[in-house]
């Protein structure tokens, strides 16, 4: 594996233990303003960042490559509200995406296509978290004056969090039976 592609999926192993992180702290402040649905629905994100994260860990693995942990920055503990928590999330999103997209156009510079065909599964699953991101935080902005909204909005993300985490590690067939 080249160099500069191997240097790629370390950042990217590294901010996805970092995104775990990140949401674990927007799951404890929605857990802390009683929005318990949206608690939920980010730790179940977090659970799904440290799964990605392992696929490049044992991906590094696989092709013999040197794994080189970094240390995570601290996340923010707070937000001004519920829509500025999923805003951040959504421009969270936004940024691995930009990053994943970076080690693809790496791996086409360097002909590594066994690398790329891998990365082929997060490109697809970023458009997915993406989505999902932007919609909850338009849905935010909607209700973001509206407490009953808000209270329908947080039953809603709760029911996604239990649905999400059924799927954990079923993508792609892992984890099928």
Same mark, same amino acid.
Do not use: G, N, Q
């Given at each position: 594996m080249h160099k500069q592609v191997l240097e790629g999926l370390n950042k990217q192993l590294n901010m996805e233990f970092s995104s775990a992180y990140v949401? &674990? $702290?927007m799951s404890s402040y929605f857990e802390e303003i009683d929005l318990e649905g949206f608690s939920a629905w %980010? =730790?179940? =994100? +977090?659970? /799904?960042?440290? %799964?990605?994260?392992? !696929?490049i860990y044992d991906y590094i693995g696989d092709r013999r490559g040197k794994?080189?942990?970094? +240390?995570?920055? &601290?996340? $923010? !503990?707070?937000?001004?509200?519920?829509?500025a928590a999923a805003e951040d999330a959504f421009k969270h999103e936004c940024k691995v995406s930009a990053s994943i997209?970076?080690?693809? /156009?790496t791996c086409r510079q360097h002909k590594d296509h066994s690398t790329e $065909? %891998? &990365?082929h599964w997060f490109v697809m699953e970023q458009i997915e978290e993406e989505t999902q991101a932007d919609r909850i935080f338009q849905k935010a902005k909607m209700v973001a004056d509206n407490p009953s909204g808000m209270f329908m909005l947080d039953n809603y993300m709760l029911e996604r969090a239990n649905a999400d985490a059924a799927n954990i590690g079923?993508?792609?067939g892992e984890g099928a039976e």
């Open positions: 949401y &674990l $702290a %980010f =730790k179940v =994100k +977090a659970h /799904e960042e440290m %799964f990605h994260a392992m !696929k794994r080189s942990m970094t +240390a995570i920055d &601290l996340p $923010a !503990k707070s937000w001004k509200s519920p829509v997209h970076s080690i693809v /156009e $065909a %891998f &990365l079923k993508e792609e």
